[in-house]
Structures are given as structure tokens and as C-alpha cells.
């Protein structure tokens, strides 16, 4: 079993920037990727960025890319996911999940363990 948690949200206007952090604890040497999504009200979850936990190879959607950077540091099993320039349109409920994983996936069943998730509101 593997748990996660977010923290770093918050409300930002504009151009400002964010860092979400996932903490990972429990059975970590089970997955190899770990995931950011997001989901704005009523619709459903979309992809935001992957990174291969061991690799470190990053892929992003095409939305946050140049803007938002995934990284991670295994030594302290937290990932970040670096949120800059921000838009109100990135305005969204954050989500880290772990998937047990060795090809780049984006999809959210691929993942079988999710946070609980961290509200970010971006004015304009």
C-alpha cells in the first residue's frame, strides 16, 4: 500500500507561481511513476505532467508545457510539480498518483494510488 499527500496549494493571481508537493510513504519500491492531474469542476480528471521515479524522465500535457515542471526527490519519497506562470484557466483540484508503471502512461486508471488532492484557484 502506498499513501500520498499534497500540500502547496492555495489561491495566486495571474502570471504568479505555485509548488505542489506529494509525500509518498509505504510500499514506494513498488511503483515507478509518478503523476500530477487535475480536475476542474464538473468535468473529469486530466493529465498534467508524469515523471519516471527512477529515470526522472518528464513528459508534460501539452496545455502546461514551458510553465509547469515535475520533478522529484527519492531520497525524502516527495514529488513537486512547479507551477509558474499560472493562469485562471489551470484553476483546478491538483492530484499526485502513483502507478506501477514503466512506460510514460496519462491516463488516470493506469494509476492505482492517489492523493487526496489540493485545491489551486488562480484569479485573473
Known amino acids: 500500500q502506498v499513501q500520498l499527500v499534497e500540500s502547496g496549494g492555495g489561491l495566486v493571481q495571474s502570471g504568479e507561481s505555485l509548488r505542489l508537493s506529494c509525500a509518498a510513504s509505504?510500499?514506494?519500491?513498488?511503483?515507478?511513476?509518478l503523476g500530477w492531474f487535475r480536475q476542474h469542476p464538473g468535468k473529469e480528471r486530466e493529465f498534467v505532467a508524469t515523471i519516471s521515479w527512477w529515470r526522472g524522465i518528464e513528459n508534460y500535457a501539452d496545455s502546461v508545457k514551458g510553465r509547469f515542471t515535475i520533478s522529484r526527490d527519492t531520497a525524502k519519497n516527495t514529488a513537486y510539480l512547479r507551477m509558474n506562470s499560472l493562469k485562471p484557466e489551470d484553476t483546478a483540484v491538483y492530484y499526485c498518483?502513483?502507478?506501477?508503471?514503466?512506460?510514460?502512461?496519462?491516463?488516470?486508471?493506469?494509476?492505482?494510488?492517489w492523493g487526496q488532492g489540493t485545491r489551486v484557484t488562480v484569479s485573473s
Open positions: 509505504g510500499k514506494t519500491s513498488n511503483w515507478y511513476r
Open positions: 498518483a502513483a502507478a506501477q508503471k514503466v512506460a510514460v502512461v496519462t491516463t488516470p486508471r493506469e494509476y492505482a494510488y
